[in-house]
């Protein structure tokens, strides 16, 4: 029986509880398939190779307008960290997890790593499973409820929506899924969006024209004056302080919007402050420089 995406996550739990695995599925041949898949990332991090740059990318059409100008005009972002690394690796092996669990759960997996252009603008998808093209995605728990429930598309700081809708218009497609991970519980699950499915409570906020996202960011990112603040600093509480929002937190060149920006380290990672009324009582620490651990 041909299997579909609905089922997938009820299959792959299947699968990792029982190891019964369908009788048309080649198992020696996808583990040695995913050995491959890991030795190939380790070899892009640490082999010599030719690394792409592009200044504009499908994966980012999504984000804020201001960040991709800074990005796009070569503005020097904040220095990652090094667990920033390992989070990055850490993305990428449960993605090839996932998509092992996939094929072993006897669904279909293709068009991997397939170049997609939208506006003369040029991507790679992840996949498509079961003919649905698909991001793969490792979320923390807070992120991972958006998938759960479906409300990505209403809170996208990422521009997950206009990245893979891009990759389905690059294919003719008006549906496309996201396969989801809670990299802290191990918790799957499938969210698609669909633009022919006009009843779908989320379809105003993921039903914009993709190749008017492209051309807008294409007009804005050459334009000489940046473009308007991505969001507004909120207040801290009760403190008096007022704080960047957690939008503007994640972004490498807050530095350039908030150059008086200060930081201090709270035991769930640092918070950034663009006033201070009352000094928390927490280590302040120098985060331009990259070498504090959050």
């Known amino acids: ?7 997938l996550v009820q299959d792959i ?39 792409e740059f592009s200044k504009l990318r499908l994966s980012a059409v999504g984000k804020p307008l201001r960040q991709q100008w800074y990005s796009y005009n070569r503005y020097s972002g ?26 072993m759960a006897g669904h279909t997996v293709t068009d991997e790593q397939k170049e997609c252009f939208v506006g003369g603008v040029k991507g790679h998808m992840d996949c498509k499973i079961d003919g649905v093209v698909v991001d793969v995605k490792s979320t923390s728990s807070f992120g991972f409820k958006k998938f759960k429930d479906g409300t990505l598309a209403m809170d996208d700081p990422f521009g997950y929506v206009d990245q893979i809708k891009a990759y389905a218009h690059s294919e003719g497609e008006r549906k496309w899924a996201w ?11 499938v969210l698609e969006y669909d633009l022919d499915n006009k009843d779908d409570p989320m379809y105003s906020y993921y039903s914009r024209d993709i190749e008017e996202v492209v ?16 969001s507004e600093p909120t207040p801290d509480g009760k403190s008096g302080n007022m704080k960047l929002s957690s939008l503007c937190s994640y972004c490498q060149y807050k530095a350039h919007c908030y150059p008086n920006l200060r930081a201090f380290l709270y035991s769930t990672g640092p918070k950034f402050l663009t006033e201070v009324a009352n000094e928390p009582k927490v280590p302040e620490i120098d985060w331009k420089k990259g070498d504090y651990n959050d």
């Open 1 to 7: 029986m041909t299997k579909t995406i609905e089922t």
């Open 13 to 51: 739990y299947d699968l990792v509880k029982t190891k019964r695995v369908p009788t048309d599925v080649d198992v020696e041949a996808e583990i040695d398939r995913f050995g491959e898949a890991v030795k190939d990332l380790m070899k892009k991090e640490y082999l010599p190779h030719d690394r």
């Open 78 to 103: 904040e220095k990652l960290q090094p667990h920033n690394f390992i989070k990055f690796m850490y993305g990428n092996l449960i993605e090839e997890l996932l998509l092992f669990y996939t094929r």
């Open 179 to 189: 396969l989801a991970m809670d990299k802290a519980n191990g918790h799957l699950c």
């Open 215 to 230: 051309e807008e960011v294409k007009k804005t990112v050459k334009e000489d004056d940046r473009p308007s603040q991505c």
